[in-house]
């Protein structure tokens, strides 16, 4: 796995405030400030942190559903930020996403059969109507589902059975990477570790490569190769899994994993409680953007930007105590 499919160098995604009687540009929410990260064939890695950190639009700006404000991001060593819609157009077999909400991503008008197979339609995987009939059939079977599913509507389904249809969507066209964007939330827990499984099944199956964007570290530690924890639209640290939750060393990811709760009552655990609220990315604070919340924050955090870099053994932090 040292080959990389996936290069993410500099990434920024600033949305415009409007503000006025013109509504002129009066500030940017800068959602994704200088983000780096790469990705390599067959592994998944995890995204995790708070509501608000950048995770989904990091995720987006990725399959070029929204324009990066700067940065370059390199699949198999081309910069897809820099092509034009057709030429992009066939790389959209390769680069699929699962959404959040199995509720709102999947037409209320349209039936099973058109919402998996009007992909393959489009990119002329299938000859006619008969053909993408039974290859639908047969992705439907992959996920879980009957084949008698094909001619009902979203509505007739629960919330786990959406979220596997919307998997054989982005399984259709056969991708070789594939964002999870919170794929488990809107879940019951049990439901969500059907479709946790369901995922590593296929992974194993289809050599998948993921993102999987998350807030549950505990599904992010069951599922992931690599974890990369989010703050503020920057990425504070980022390590393999078992080293990040054995060793993490930056303060925010300490606190995170404080957090997470484990299943045996007689280990004792000490919580980690984080003073005050997130910074608006509007207006993030100077130096490192977690000084205003650190416990151990020294002068030099409140001035200087950390420089994001390799500790050993693959282990990234950006902290000036580490």
């Known amino acids: 796995m040292s080959e990389k499919l996936l290069e993410v160098r500099g990434l920024k995604k600033y949305f415009p405030i409007k503000g006025g009687l013109l509504a002129k540009t009066i500030g940017h929410v800068k959602a994704v400030d200088g983000v780096d990260f790469d990705v390599r064939p067959g592994e998944t890695l995890g995204l995790v942190g708070e509501s608000g950190c950048g995770k989904t639009t990091t995720g987006r700006v990725i399959m070029r559903l929204l324009e990066a404000t700067e940065g370059e991001v390199f699949y198999n060593g081309q910069d897809i930020c820099k092509l034009s819609r057709e030429a992009m157009r066939p790389l959209r077999k390769d680069l699929q996403i699962i959404f959040q909400d199995p509720y709102g991503s999947l037409n209320p008008r349209m039936m099973v ?176 953007r977690f000084h205003t919340r650190c416990r151990e924050v020294v002068p030099r955090c409140r001035e200087e930007v950390p420089e994001f870099r390799d500790v050993g053994a693959g282990h990234f932090v950006a902290c000036h105590l580490a």
């Open 113 to 288: 059969a058109d919402i998996v197979g009007e992909q393959l339609e489009i990119h002329g995987i299938t000859r006619d109507h008969q053909e993408r009939a039974e290859m639908v059939r047969q992705l439907l079977e992959v996920v879980g589902l009957s084949p008698h599913h094909l001619r009902r509507y979203p509505h007739e389904f629960s919330g786990g059975q959406r979220q596997r249809i919307g998997i054989a969507r982005a399984l259709a066209l056969n991708p070789k990477l594939v964002v999870a964007d919170e794929p488990v939330s809107a879940l019951d827990v049990s439901i969500q570790a059907q479709i946790i499984n369901l995922l590593m099944d296929l992974q194993e199956k289809y050599k998948l490569t993921y993102i999987f964007i998350a807030h549950d570290l505990s599904v992010v530690r069951h599922i992931s190769t690599r974890v990369a924890v989010m703050y503020l639209g920057k990425i504070v640290e980022l390590a393999p899994k078992d080293d990040l939750y054995a060793q993490p060393i930056h303060p925010y990811t300490r606190a995170l994993l404080s957090a997470v709760p484990i299943p045996d009552p007689t280990v004792k655990k000490s919580r980690i409680i984080l003073e005050g609220d997130v910074p608006s990315p509007a207006n993030p604070p100077a130096g490192c």
